[in-house]
T-cell receptor
């Protein structure tokens, strides 16, 4: 069975810290990867897509390591509003496989 | 602005009832999906559809059926609700493409079966 694994956390970090999450996936044929953010009792929302080796958007950087089959998400200068659960997703064809999520709490 | 809507945010049903969950998207997307989300288990795919009147089983289709009569609407049906179907149900849609592109989610329906 195809699986995506994530450390569930919680990661408790102070404001301004840099935090990184890793996610491992099992299907070497997967071509698309995503990071979604999910706030408590809300729907997941796309944070970042990763189609090649990585992607960067402001304070957020995603990196893909195909040889080791993992994707990382780095958040720099953490804000209180970054507190959420971060879902890692691998996709092959139109099949999405979601990880269980990593919970982040940014503390004042 | 991208919009996926679900018919109810909260629903309480009794064991054995037939339950309909409706999802509508206004983005002309070909693909639509139904997931359930439970603590510690992440999102699990129940059914998906690539086109009108077309459906494919996901990882956990038992106890569910779906209907897609129009492109914008994808319905999830619980033929006879059971307590183990208490969960958060999320609908999503995406455009067709050679590579998977992002799915957009509705706000979810929190279903409680008593």
């Amino acid at each position: 069975r195809k699986e995506v694994e994530q450390d569930p956390g919680p990661f408790n970090v102070p404001e301004g810290a840099t935090v990184a999450f890793n996610c491992t996936y099992s299907n070497s044929a997967s071509q698309s990867f995503f990071w979604y953010r999910q706030d408590c009792r809300k729907e997941p929302k796309l944070l970042m897509s990763v189609y090649s080796s990585g992607n960067e958007d402001g304070r957020f950087t995603a990196q893909l390591n195909r040889a080791s089959q993992y994707i990382s998400l780095l958040i720099r200068d953490s804000k209180l509003s970054d507190s959420a659960t971060y879902l890692c997703v691998e996709a092959y064809g139109q099949n999405f496989v979601f990880g269980p999520g990593t919970r982040l709490s940014v503390l004042p | 602005d991208v919009k996926v809507t679900q018919s109810s945010r909260y629903l309480v049903k009794r064991t054995g009832e037939k339950v309909f969950l409706e999802c509508v998207q206004d983005m002309d997307h070909e693909n639509m999906f139904w997931y359930r989300q439970d603590p510690g288990l992440g999102l699990r795919l129940i059914y998906f559809s690539y086109d009108v009147k077309m459906k494919e089983k996901g990882d956990i289709p038992e106890g569910y059926s779906v209907s897609r009569e129009k492109k914008e609407r994808f319905s999830l049906i619980l033929e006879s609700a059971s307590t183990n179907q208490t969960s958060m149900y999320l609908c999503a849609s995406s455009a067709a493409g050679r590579l998977a592109i992002e799915q957009y989610f509705g706000p979810g329906t929190r279903l409680t079966v008593t």
